[in-house]
């Protein structure tokens, strides 16, 4: 049987350690401030700034709500982050996403000053992933890095195959395997033979948002698998990229959704605030 990887668990362990170096900088009188901004009320944004807020409140860092309508202009958004860009006082800033078609995200993110970009989006903190540089790294596939690291699974000289190149988890992700030396394939939706290249994986990580699209025949038998999707299946109920019941069987460590990469990438924000504050 595979030992089930605690996402809850092992991020609970996480925040407590930032709970504690939050307190150390407080004493040094080192205040993290992050600005939240969330255009228009879609309910799975309020879901996440909601969970965000609350993250931040558990572990001691202040955080400013931004809560503006769905008709705020790109301008008036930019306007805003310009000014949380000025103000000292103001540590990091995260603009959820997605925000509504008439704004162009890309602008958006290339507008926050990078020492503040807690996700790791802009395109310096992108670049300076990819050459090994200090930068913020995207929360959920550094989350990933820990779940594995901290559940004692060697990376170094393993095959590992990402699934999934979206610039926000599959592209990230290969760059970090690939710096704690794995030997790294990303797959697509345009990759041929895609059972025989997923089956190449000592760790597989499946990033498709796609329910339960990687059943037994796609992996390798001891294969690490690590889901990151957050789908519904056809009965509305929330599940991963992964058949767990098909793969659990057969592979020798898993994530489970919920409560597996999940929570870490909120308690990976929370990092890169404190990150944020250091990198000063
Ligand atoms: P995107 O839709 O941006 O990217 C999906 C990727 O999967 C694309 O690269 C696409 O290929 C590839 N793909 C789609 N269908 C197939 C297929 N049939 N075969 C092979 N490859 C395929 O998604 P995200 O990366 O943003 O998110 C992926 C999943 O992870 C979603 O379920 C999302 O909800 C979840 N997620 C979870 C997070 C968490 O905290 N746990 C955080 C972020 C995302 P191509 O590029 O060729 O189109």
Known sequence: MAMTIDGKAISQRIKDELKEQAAALKKQGIKITLAVIQVGNDPASTVYVRNKKKGCEYIGIESLSYELPEETTQQELLSLIGELNRKEDVSGILVQLPLPAHIDEDKVIRAI???????????QSVGALCI??????SCTPAGIIQLLKRSSIEIAGKECVVLGRSNIVGKPMAVLMLRENATVTIAHSRTRDL?????????????????????????????VVIDVGINRDENGKLCGDVD??????????????PGGVGPMT???????CLESVRMD
């Open 266 to 272: 909120i308690a990976m924000l929370l990092n890169n």
């Open 244 to 257: 767990f019941e098909s793969v659990e069987p057969l592979c020798s460590a898993i994530t489970p959704v």
């Open 132 to 137: 090994g540089q200090p930068g913020f790294v």
């Open 113 to 123: 000053d990078p020492k503040k970009d807690v996700d790791g989006f802009h395109p």
């Open 195 to 223: 059972k025989e290249v997923t089956k190449r994986a000592d760790i597989l990580i499946a990033a498709v948002g796609k329910p339960k699209m990687i059943t037994a025949d796609y992996v390798k038998e001891g294969a």
